[in-house]
């Protein structure tokens, strides 16, 4: 099961870009990175998933690099309602292990 | 699609009670989950199942045991309740795989006092 680091928390003002990073040294070759968003009183959500280069959706954009051992998670333009924990994942089978996560607060 | 249902949404507990935490999905999936989310603290996984008939230990299974009844249903039972199992449950279902992804269900507020 591959290691996650990411920062504990971040804050940032409404209408910022925001760029949180996860590092991942021992990322098997196999492995995918997935992010997962949670707001207060919710179970997490999937937001993004990637392997390598660039993956883009409506919610975010996921950019990792060509060793793999880190990735970004970039959220665009943020609003108020982006304040919530993010996790990341890499790799993983049955035995899903989530981190403490990066507890992002947006102000206005 | 409900997706992943949890009941009850809330309950409060007497130490030594024992009570089931019920969990169903209905996306087909193969894997389900029990964590436990503590406040500020990120999510602990209790116990999963990768398959009909089979579970296993997560990170934090002393307190808990697990059922899984048939392909839809995930319960998690609390035998005798402990104040250090006041808690936020989630449960969560997905195929069954290397780098799937989680379906989350809205969770159970515990308290035990």
């Not at chain 1, 883009?56 to 793999?68: H, K, Q």
Request: with cysteine; hydrophobic share 30%.
């Amino acid at each position: 099961l591959a290691k996650t680091t990411q920062p504990i928390s971040m804050d940032s003002y409404e209408g910022q870009e925001v760029n949180i990073t996860c590092s991942h040294n021992n990322i098997a070759t196999n492995d995918y990175i997935t992010w997962y968003q949670q707001f207060p009183s919710q179970g997490p959500r999937f937001i993004i998933q990637g392997y390598k280069t660039k993956v883009t959706n409506e919610v975010a954009s996921l950019f990792i690099p060509a060793d793999r051992k880190s990735s970004t998670l970039s959220l665009p333009r943020v609003s108020l309602s982006d304040t919530a924990v993010y996790y990341c994942l890499v790799g993983v089978n049955n035995d899903m292990r989530f981190g403490a996560g990066t507890r992002l607060t947006v102000k206005p | 699609n409900a997706g992943v249902t949890q009941t009850p949404k809330f309950q409060v507990l007497k130490t030594g009670q024992s009570m089931t935490l019920q969990c169903a999905q209905d996306m087909n999936h193969n894997s389900m989950y029990w964590y436990r989310q503590d406040p500020g603290m990120g999510l602990r996984l209790i116990y999963y199942s990768a398959s009909e008939g089979t579970t296993d230990k997560g990170e934090v299974p002393n307190g808990y045991n697990v059922s899984r009844l048939n392909k839809r249903e995930f319960s998690l039972r609390l035998e005798s309740a402990a104040p250090s199992q006041t808690s936020v449950y989630f449960c969560a279902s997905s195929w069954t795989g290397r780098n799937e992804k989680l379906f989350f269900g809205s969770g159970t507020q515990l308290s035990v006092l």
